[in-house]
Nanobody, 121 residues
Framework: VQLQASGGGLVQPGGSLRLSCAAL????????IGWFRQAPGEEREGVSC????????YYVDSVKGRFTISRDNAKNTVYLQMNSLKPEDTAVYYC???????????????WGQGTQVTVSS
């Protein structure tokens, strides 16, 4: 039973990446799913979250208009499409489940292993 995050890499400023969060051994249908990131020397921050019920979405202000979260329950996977990437987006990105009903993912209970995103020219 685990979450598997993938899709990170090195990209130039202005480029795009799509992160995937796949659930192995359980179904994501019963969870809100959040993406979090942690840059060196900084605290982890919540980037985006998608609810389990109505698909409502949350984005931290710094990524609004650039990142899009989506879920494909048939594939048991949640995605984070990241466009117009900036150097300040550089971090390890983690996905996590939250059993609550909201779209803020404030109480994550299961974490993926993280995938590195580096935005640099």
């Amino acid at each position: 039973v685990q979450l598997q995050a993938s899709g990170g890499g090195l990209v130039q400023p202005g480029g795009s990446l799509r992160l995937s969060c796949a659930a192995l051994g359980f179904t994501l249908d019963y969870y809100a799913i959040g993406w979090f990131r942690q840059a060196p020397g900084e605290e982890r921050e919540g980037v985006s979250c998608i609810s389990k019920n109505d698909g409502s979405k949350y984005y931290v202000d710094s990524v609004k208009g650039r990142f899009t979260i989506s879920r494909d329950n048939a594939k048991n996977t949640v995605y984070l499409q990241m466009n117009s990437l900036k150097p300040e987006d550089t971090a390890v990105y983690y996905c996590a489940t939250d059993p609550g009903d909201g779209d803020r993912c404030l109480e994550p209970d299961r974490w993926g292993q993280g995938t590195q995103v580096t935005v640099s020219s």
